[in-house]
Every structure is written in structure tokens, then in C-alpha cells.
Nanobody, 126 residues
Framework: QVQLVESGGGLVQAGGSLRLSCAAS????????MGWFRQAPGKEREFVAA????????DYADSVKGRFTISRDNAKNTVYLQMNNLEPEDTAVYYC???????????????????WGQGTQVTVSS
């Protein structure tokens, strides 16, 4: 099990940037694939991005491709989400999540992630 704490959310104008961080505690952070998900008011939680335990493979939702970048630093037990060219539609609570690194690729499936942070609010004004 790993404990996750997100930070870096806030209010930004459309076109701006934010960098989210997710600090993990617990053992063997490098054994976990990591994902970012988000949930807007009145909507279901959705996949944003994921990164393999090694950092070599990533995946993105179509809506954020080319604007968001996921990365990780296993020495610091931290995963990041760099968000550029933000749009009002990106407004949501953003969650990081951990998935034991099974299989050969990252996953975008919420049900496969066992450990979740408490979330950080991102608000993009038009």
C-alpha cells in the first residue's frame, strides 16, 4: 500500500499552466505504475494520464494529448503532471493513483488503481 498526497492545484486563466505533484510514502514506489485522474462537478471520474513504474511508457487521454505531460522521479517518490494551455474544460479535482505494476503496459482503467490521494482542485477561468 502507498499513501499519496497531491499538491499544486489552484486558479489559473485559460491558456495558463500548472504543475501538479503527487508525493508517495511507503515502500517500493518504483514498483507502482502511477496515474492521474480528474472529476468535474456532476461528472464521473475520468482518466487523464498514466506512467509506467520505469517512466518509459506513458498514456494520455485524447483531450489532454499535446498539452499535459506526466513524469516521475523515483528517487523522490513523486509523480508530476505538467499542464499547459489549460482550458476551462480542464476544471476538476485532480487525483493521483497507484497501481501495482502488473502486466506489460500502463492502464487507464480506474478499477485497476488501488491507492488514491485526496485530490487537488484545479480551476481554469475563461
Amino acid at each position: 500500500q502507498v499513501q499519496l498526497v497531491e499538491s499544486g492545484g489552484g486558479l489559473v486563466q485559460a491558456g495558463g499552466s500548472l504543475r501538479l505533484s503527487c508525493a508517495a510514502s511507503g515502500r517500493r514506489f518504483s514498483s507502482y505504475d502511477m496515474g492521474w485522474f480528474r472529476q468535474a462537478p456532476g461528472k464521473e471520474r475520468e482518466f487523464v494520464a498514466a506512467i509506467r513504474w520505469s517512466g518509459r511508457n506513458t498514456d494520455y487521454a485524447d483531450s489532454v494529448k499535446g498539452r499535459f505531460t506526466i513524469s516521475r522521479d523515483n528517487a523522490k517518490n513523486t509523480v508530476y503532471l505538467q499542464m499547459n494551455n489549460l482550458e476551462p474544460e480542464d476544471t476538476a479535482v485532480y487525483y493521483c493513483a497507484a497501481r501495482w505494476a502488473l502486466g506489460s503496459t500502463v492502464s487507464s482503467q480506474i478499477k485497476e488503481y488501488n491507492d488514491w490521494g485526496q485530490g487537488t482542485q484545479v480551476t481554469v477561468s475563461s
